[in-house]
């Protein structure tokens, strides 16, 4: 009799336990068109899964499905999928969960919406031809691991309302020569960033790491360079110390390339607020530099 209790105890705990690791929506999932989704507690949808068409490569993910708001991108949801380039993402969309996008090797092009507040573990693990990311404010932290090996990854842009980086978030990155960490910055986790993989983990010494106290200390403890972010360095374009013409001519290679791969545009880069990112807000740029060296000197 002792012995059934006891195991009628071990039973009740591992039931408890495993309630305890479920996720935020019901164990049943729902299929609208080529999507799956769960329903979390707050009624809000989680895409689950993805049937992609043969030869497909890009990806309109709706605001909602079956009338449930689309709030959240699920475990794995879009994991290895090798031919997808580009995906629109909703405005609705607050979470890009563990593994989401991993290992989709030709995804280029990707716009994170405006009230997105959490990137998960590995959301974007081993997407190598990704090339740049624009963090939106809002978003609290970068998981672990979450853009490791995005090789082809150039530029990072995080927000003021990041404080934690986790664990490998931009290991072997080969492409991101240097990044810019908000002072609100407090925790970066062991390897975070200038780390590259050549047959065992080694710090790149050439890594730039930008920003305040948590940003050197990182910089100092694992060999990495450091600069301190002053209030004008977002201008720096070329990294050369100074705001100058040569930042100008560089913005204004960058729109034109930009705009020629993907037509998109960077609205905070449109500095006469005509709707359009073109040489008209070089020029712009440029006037207001000569009248901020005639002021200083």
């Given at each position: ?43 809000t949808a ?8 043969e030869g ?111 664990k490998m ?129």
């Amino acid at each position: 009799m002792k012995v059934k209790y006891t195991l009628l105890a071990c039973l009740i705990s591992l039931a408890l336990l495993c309630a305890s690791l479920l996720p935020a929506y019901a164990a049943t999932e729902y299929r609208s068109g080529i999507f799956t989704y769960a329903l979390r507690t707050d009624g809000t949808a989680e895409i689950t899964g993805v049937t992609f068409e043969e030869g497909q490569t890009r990806l309109d993910i709706p605001e909602q499905l079956d009338g449930h708001a689309v709030t959240s991108i699920g475990y794995y949801a879009m994991g290895n999928y090798a031919d997808l380039q580009s995906v629109t993402l909703p405005e609705t969309l607050t979470e890009i969960g563990n593994g989401a996008f991993s290992l989709c090797k030709a995804l280029t092009d990707i716009k994170l919406p405006g009230g997105l507040k959490k990137i998960d573990t590995a959301a974007f693990f081993g997407c190598s031809s990704l090339k740049s990311v624009v963090i939106p404010q809002g978003v609290a932290s970068i998981g672990n691991t979450a853009f490791r090996q995005c090789v082809s990854l150039e530029s990072v842009l995080i927000p003021d309302s990041v404080t934690s980086i986790g664990k490998m978030a931009f290991f072997d990155c080969g492409s991101l020569s240097w990044i810019m960490l908000p002072q609100s910055m407090d925790s970066i986790g062991d390897m975070a960033l200038g780390y590259y993989l050549d047959g065992e983990a080694q710090a790149d010494p050439t890594f730039l790491v930008i920003g305040g106290s948590a940003a050197q200390s990182y910089a100092e403890n694992n060999g990495l360079m450091y600069r301190e972010a002053l209030p004008y360095s977002t201008g720096d374009v070329n990294l050369d110390g100074k705001i100058n013409i040569r930042d100008v001519a560089a913005i204004a290679r960058h729109a034109a390339y930009f705009m020629q791969l993907t037509g998109e545009q960077y609205f905070a880069a449109d500095t006469d607020g005509n709707g359009v990112v073109d040489i008209n807000d070089a020029t712009h740029l440029q006037r207001y530099l000569a009248e901020f060296e005639i002021i200083l000197g």
